[in-house]
């Protein structure tokens, strides 16, 4: 049985750093597309970061390149994602998400966690 838990998630300050991490039990990470989305009261669930088994360029949403970084951990089997210069925009749930890879880039994803809440005041 798959199982992801997310971690990390918090309370900060504008321009404060968070790192989230993806624990997944049942999945190897290099064997699946990973990715976290977030959602935010009144707004649909987005795509934040993605990294694909098929293609090696990473996925990052235009509103978070440069502040956001996805990087996983073959040997750990996580997965994570690394915030910084965090606004109050970026307050949501954040879920980590692992499949293959159309279904993830789609947002149709089998596995996914229970979310971590990231508040940005």
């Known amino acids: 049985q798959v199982q992801l838990v997310e971690s990390g998630g918090g309370s900060v300050q504008t321009g404060g750093s968070l790192r989230l991490s993806c624990a997944p039990s049942?999945?190897?990470?290099?064997?699946?597309?990973m990715a976290w989305f977030r959602q935010s009261p009144g707004k649909e669930r987005e795509g934040v970061a993605a990294i694909y088994t098929c293609t090696s360029t990473p996925f990052y949403l235009d509103s978070v390149k440069g502040r956001f970084t996805i990087s996983q951990e073959n040997a750990k089997s996580m997965m994570y994602l690394q915030m910084n210069s965090l606004t109050p925009e970026d307050t949501a749930v954040y879920y980590c998400?692992?499949?293959?890879?159309?279904?993830?880039?789609?947002?149709?994803?089998?596995?996914w966690g229970q979310g971590t809440q990231v508040t940005v005041s």
């Open positions: 049942g999945l190897s990470v290099s064997d699946f597309s």
């Open positions: 998400a692992a499949d293959q890879c159309q279904r993830v880039a789609s947002g149709t994803s089998r596995y």
